[in-house]
């Protein structure tokens, strides 16, 4: 079946470091490609997505970039602030007849310190 | 508008117990998943709603898991004779439509199985 893997955590960064959070996957068709965010105590929010191949998702300064060739969406930030520390989850949607359901990777934490 | 909302958002058990957690999707979203989340793990698919009806239930894990959505609104995740490996944030998200691939979760609820 479809499965992601991401690098593992944790990754600790200091404030206006480059980060990247690798992410790659196995999928039968082309699937979308997901980044989600889990603050500390909240819930999992849609940090930015990609639908095609060659796609560039961006939002908050974080971009990845959905690459065919090398089975990857590979999560970047130019300059990571402390907000910033979280567990990044890297999802692909499982396309059925009608609608689709979301295969997750295990999550990378970061930790971004001042 | 408000978004994804689940309770109780703790909620502690004896093993044997019987427990039910509520999810109330975004209004006016007709899609609607329920996912399990271990400690450590990503996200697991358990159960897709499309209105009323459970579209694709493939992902519980036994039969002493089951869930409803009478009205095509509210949804329940029923556990029977919980074990302590049921233990775990049980995830709620919701779709506008079964065809959009982006889904929106709620905050969780987290089971403890003594």
């Known amino acids: 079946g479809d499965s992601v893997t991401q690098m593992e955590g944790p990754v600790t960064l200091s404030e206006e470091a480059f980060l990247t959070i690798n992410c790659t996957y196995t999928a039968t068709g082309y699937p979308s490609l997901f980044w989600y965010v889990q603050y500390p105590g909240e819930g999992l929010q849609l940090l930015l997505k990609?639908?095609?191949?060659?796609d560039k998702g961006s939002n908050k300064g974080f971009e990845a970039t959905y690459r065919k060739e090398t089975t990857s969406f590979h999560l970047e930030k130019g300059s990571v602030q402390v907000s910033d520390s979280a567990v990044y989850f890297c999802a692909l949607s499982d396309r059925h007849s009608g609608y689709s359901t979301l295969t997750f990777g295990k999550g990378t934490m970061l930790l971004v310190s001042p | 508008g408000a978004g994804v909302s689940q309770t109780p958002s703790n909620k502690v058990t004896e093993k044997g117990k019987y427990v039910e957690l509520r999810c109330d999707p975004i209004?006016?979203?007709?899609?609607l998943y329920w996912y399990r989340q271990s400690l450590g793990q990503g996200p697991e698919f358990l159960i897709y709603?499309?209105?009323?009806?459970?579209?694709?239930d493939s992902g519980l894990p036994n039969d002493r898991f089951f869930a409803v959505r009478p009205e095509g609104s509210v949804s329940t995740l029923k556990i029977q004779r919980t074990e302590r490996g049921d233990s775990a944030v049980y995830l709620c998200?919701?779709?506008?439509?079964?065809?959009?691939?982006?889904?929106?979760f709620g905050p969780g609820t987290r089971l403890l199985v003594l």
């Open positions: 990609a639908t095609k191949a060659d």
């Open positions: 998200a919701s779709s506008s439509t079964p065809g959009e691939e982006t889904q929106y």
């Open positions: 209004s006016g979203h007709t899609a």
């Open positions: 709603f499309q209105g009323t009806g459970a579209a694709d």
